[in-house]
């Protein structure tokens, strides 16, 4: 994690730059009122009739609606769910390249049929601008952050939805399709990209530690990184590897009722800011770590087995996946939990990035305290059930 000077593509102007977000380093923007309104007025040629903001980490997010009457001729018909204005964080906006990737992966996954937001080009007939906020860095000179604006997407994310079985399979299922889907996939960007959030940083987090609350929490995050580092980072090379989503978690899935009208079912993914050329593996311990949090109609211990059957329905695990994955999952539990806190430590009015406290350390300590064996024993016979009911 060095830091070394870099020239921002934006404005050819020089800076330093660490390959992850600092302890302490805040990255967020800050949008004051009515920023948004004139950015969508200013650059897309529309008028906000409705505005809100939406929950997130690092970016900021507004759902917005529109006027009829606009002044785009890239424009052909209005989007009639609304749209996504999105702000990006200070050390993504440095290189506009970064942007440009999330487009082409988007592009990939709604080539392959899996639905995810459409861009939506400025007057200008680009996909992004680099627009000032109210905020001022360390230098005392106006921040400036990229924006651009997507189609929203219609359904609710499955946070609110039971989990139920057939629910968690079909989750399954799209997270294999991606790693299918992205076989087709490269970008320069994501190539050696490193972000803080990357599920290869789990060894950092001992660095962050310091927002916990009580040394309890602290010897859990440590106990979870040095099983990482010895059963997981050394199998690297055995691991198969691509694009992956990077962040699958409960907040970034859509469902949408069936259309029998009774149960839910996946119609879409969201949110592309930690994408990254990675470990395959690493994708599915995320979004089992995430679902396995809010699981009330199955048992969170059983949860993966769903989850896994569904997966294992388009893509098998190799030995080696199935001999990290309970770590991973872990891991990724670990550094929710810990980069939740210091996030926190850093902005302590935004509660959203707490989400995973409350549920998250009581499932964290029962599912470390679980022996590895017994509980992948436990999800193949559920992975073994699910064929014989297909």
């Known amino acids: ?47 906000v009739t409705e505005v ?3 929950d997130s980490y690092d970016d900021r997010n507004y759902f917005v609606r ?5 002044s785009n001729p890239f424009i052909q018909e ?7 204005l999105k702000v990006i964080n200070s050390k993504d906006s440095m290189n506009s390249q970064g942007l440009e990737a999330q487009h082409a992966f988007m592009n990939c996954l709604l080539k392959n049929g899996i639905q995810t937001q459409m861009i939506v080009l400025n007057i200008n007939r680009e996909e992004q601008s680099l627009e000032i906020t109210s905020h001022t860095d360390e230098q005392g000179e106006l921040r400036k952050h990229l924006v651009d604006l997507r189609t929203f997407v219609p359904g609710q994310i499955i946070q609110n939805v039971p989990y139920t079985p ?11 399709r991606m790693a299918y889907a992205l076989k087709e996939f490269d970008h320069s960007f994501y190539r050696d990209r490193d972000i803080l959030w990357s599920m290869t940083n789990v060894p950092l987090l001992t660095r962050y530690t310091f927002s916990l609350q009580n040394k309890a929490e602290r010897d859990i995050i440590e106990d979870v990184v040095s099983a990482f580092n010895t059963e997981v980072v050394s199998k690297y090379e055995q691991l198969p590897k691509g694009y992956i989503h990077g962040d699958p978690n409960e907040q970034n899935i859509l469902v949408t009722k069936s259309h029998g009208g009774g149960d839910y079912e996946i119609s879409g993914i969201l949110d592309f800011s930690d994408v990254a050329n990675s470990y395959l593996v690493l994708d599915l311990a995320m979004n089992i770590a995430y679902l396995m949090i809010d699981s009330e109609v199955v048992d969170q211990l059983d949860t993966p087995g769903y989850i896994l059957a569904g997966y294992e329905s388009i893509r098998q695990l190799t030995p080696v996946e199935w001999d990290v994955i309970f770590v991973c999952i872990a891991g990724r539990l670990a550094q929710s939990l810990t980069l939740g806190a210091h996030a926190n430590y850093l902005e302590p009015e935004n509660i959203y990035v707490l989400t995973t406290s409350k549920k998250g350390w009581p499932l964290l300590q029962k599912f470390w305290s679980q ?20």
């Open 1 to 47: 994690m060095d830091c070394k000077e870099a020239t921002s593509d934006a404005n050819d102007e020089k800076y330093t730059t660490c390959s992850v977000q600092q302890p302490g380093e805040v990255i967020r923007p800050v949008v004051s009122k009515g920023m948004v309104e004139e950015i969508i007025h200013k650059m897309y040629g529309l008028t």
């Open 52 to 54: 809100k903001e939406l």
């Open 78 to 84: 209005l989007y009639p769910e609304g749209y996504l």
């Open 371 to 390: 022996p590895k064996d017994s509980i992948i024993t436990r999800w193949k016979k559920i992975i073994a059930s699910c064929k014989v009911n297909q």
């Open 166 to 176: 057939q629910l968690l399979m079909q989750d399954g299922v799209l997270i294999a």
């Open 66 to 70: 529109v006027e009829e009457q606009h």
